[in-house]
């Protein structure tokens, strides 16, 4: 069986001060969490955090990483730099880098690569915008930008990756899918996998559902058979929020 994840999307919240007073709140609320923890501060943070982690079972993420090995793309981190800092995952194409920073599938396929190819566990975000609902199109966008983000990664190594499923019209709005709206997208997603890389490997991918998920709405979502975890925003942004979606 899948090993639940739920991860912190921190955003373009808290210095390393306020960062590391988050995590050590944090820490003894999620100490006996059945599932994977995971935060994601901003990089600047990275080391605050990754000091105050020692020991704990809750692991560290980054929010981006730079496809190349290193050179001159001014204000970019590559995966070895956030390999060396300490981190064991990295969120790739969440919507608010493909909406603000012009992350398309193909770079977001490529920096898929690179994490992977680090040792990072890459937690790549597909999800469609809500005229893309309306209009029909959720099943084939969240198919090729699953099918994009994956190509050129080996079936073992797609087994490891982490998908989140985030409707776009869902973050930060306090929106939620349904449940089962949450269910069916993120079985269409498994599929997506499983017509590249077969059943067997698709049934190891964990994914997660991600968009205005808190405490009072995690039990619902995880109780759905395909929901195998969460991508948290605004909710991991105080320690006893995000500790209520933790101990789901
Ligand atoms: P939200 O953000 O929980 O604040 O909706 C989720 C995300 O963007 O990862």
Known sequence: ?????????????????EAAALVKDLIPLVKDAKCDVVVCPPAICIPAVKAVLAGSNVKLGAQNVHFAANGAYTGELSAAMLKAAGCEYVIIGHSERRQYFGETDKTVNQRTL?????????????GEMQDERETGYTNILVTYQTQMALHGLTKEQVAEVVIAYEPVWAIGT?????????NETIGVIRKAVAAVYGNDTAEK???????????????????????????????????QDFSEVVNF
């Open 114 to 126: 690179a994490a992977v190819a680090a040792g990072l566990t890459a937690i790549v975000c597909v």
């Open 174 to 182: 306090g929106l939620t899918a349904t449940d089962e709206q949450a």
């Open 1 to 17: 069986m899948r090993t639940p994840i739920i991860a912190g999307n921190w955003k373009m919240n808290k210095t390393p001060e």
């Open 205 to 239: 991918v964990r994914i997660q559902y991600g968009g205005s998920m808190k405490g009072s709405n995690v039990k619902g979502l995880m109780a759905q058979p395909e929901i195998d975890g969460g991508l948290i925003g605004g909710a991991s942004l105080k320690a």
